[in-house]
């Protein structure tokens, strides 16, 4: 069997083959990321025969079209993360950093790991990530013109302190306008253009928030159902997970998302510690459930104060609830992802 790294570029691929020991066969170098190089790519590796397998940086930004090139083509990709694809580069004999090399550490990190997972083509949840992302692009925005604006209202009257978080409502906004009219001058201009601003964006991001919410409720509405566990919340665990059937595990899922605990020994006495790998998005996400959890959920709070009796502080408790809550929302994100239970759930609605 032949194994193809590549090492994507926004503008070039570069290819490399190898044997079942690792051993370089060819080399390619595309000139485009258009479907045309991507097929003479492929017309390329015919001449290593037909078992073959590509294995890609796990870039999706930049090999997005280039995987749905050769998954249309009928092509087996496999996803190399990053880090593998470093420390692959780091063993070999070679020395500096090129896209050869890295297409050729690429391929070789994959033979050391047959077990990558495949790459598919995007479901929905691309779609649900993009209006995740877009919305908190626009939340970050609104935040930013907001602290511009106090701070022009400050200039025009130091006793004017609108009180925090009011400046996403249209009534209070409303009130600033006509606080505003009053004043004359470059900065009660540019405070009234900000609040224009502020009213556009707001009103652009309560539609994305309704839009992602439908959306929501047709994936995940096992998800949804848990305690705890909002629209929003929902999106962003969804999204960054794209498929819960590419871990073969709870306690895969667990490493993914951070909250698998990481022995710590000192002495005869084992203990365990934060775990900062993972995504980290999906980690604040359940993070935000746990807290949720703690206030209004009686499991969770009996659990939380049987950890207590244990000896358990209560940041290790926490972790420990949040451990758990990720193996609920793994076997929710599986109820989600079954095609006969989401076809029997949309009938429903």
């Known amino acids: 069997m032949v194994t193809l790294g590549i090492d994507a570029h926004k503008r070039t691929h570069t290819v490399v083959a190898v044997d079942d020991l690792g051993r370089q066969l060819g080399q390619r170098t595309t000139t485009a990321t258009t479907s045309d190089e991507h097929l003479a790519m492929l017309r390329w590796a015919a001449r290593f025969g037909d078992d073959r397998t590509w294995a890609v940086e796990d870039c999706r930004h930049l090999s997005r079209r280039l995987e749905a090139d050769l998954l249309a083509a009928g092509e087996r990709i496999v996803r190399v993360p990053p880090k593998?694809?470093?420390?692959?580069?780091?063993?070999?004999?070679?020395?500096?950093?090129?896209?050869?090399?890295?297409?050729?550490?690429?391929?070789?990190?994959?033979l050391r790991h047959p077990d990558l997972p495949a790459a598919e083509l995007d479901g929905p949840s691309r779609e649900l990530r993009l209006l995740v992302d877009h919305r908190e692009d626009l939340v970050a925005e609104r935040t930013r013109c907001i602290n511009r604006l106090r701070w022009h209202l400050h200039e025009l009257d130091p006793a004017w302190d609108p009180p925090a978080r009011s400046l996403t409502r249209y009534s209070n906004l409303d009130a600033v306008d006509a606080r505003l009219a009053e004043h004359d001058g470059p900065v009660a201009r540019i405070a009234r253009e900000i609040a224009d601003d502020?009213?556009?964006?707001?009103?652009?991001?309560?539609?994305?928030?309704?839009?992602?919410?439908?959306?929501?409720?047709?994936?995940?509405?096992?998800?949804?159902?848990?305690?705890?566990?909002?629209?929003?919340c929902a999106a962003k665990i969804l999204a960054e997970t794209a498929d819960v059937r590419r871990f073969k595990s709870k306690d895969a899922f667990a490493r993914h998302n951070g909250t698998a605990p990481q022995p710590v020994w000192s002495s005869n006495r084992e203990r365990h510690r934060l775990s900062r790998s993972g995504n980290?998005?999906?980690?604040?996400?359940?993070?935000?459930?746990?807290?949720?959890?703690?206030?209004?959920?009686?499991?969770?709070?009996?659990?939380l104060d049987r950890r207590r009796t244990l000896g358990n502080t209560n940041t290790e408790a926490l972790r420990a609830l949040k451990r758990r809550l990720s193996d609920v929302i793994y076997r929710a994100l599986l109820a989600d992802a079954s095609p006969l239970e989401h076809g029997v759930l949309q009938a429903a609605a």
């Open 280 to 303: 980290r998005q999906i980690n604040t996400a359940i993070h935000r459930v746990a807290v949720t959890q703690m206030r209004v959920h009686d499991d969770a709070k009996t659990y």
């Open 198 to 232: 502020i009213r556009r964006v707001t009103i652009r991001e309560r539609a994305l928030a309704r839009e992602i919410d439908r959306l929501t409720r047709q994936l995940a509405p096992t998800l949804l159902a848990l305690p705890g566990v909002g629209p929003l």
């Open 84 to 110: 593998l694809m470093a420390q692959s580069r780091d063993s070999a004999r070679t020395y500096g950093k090129s896209d050869p090399i890295d297409a050729l550490a690429v391929a070789r990190a994959a």
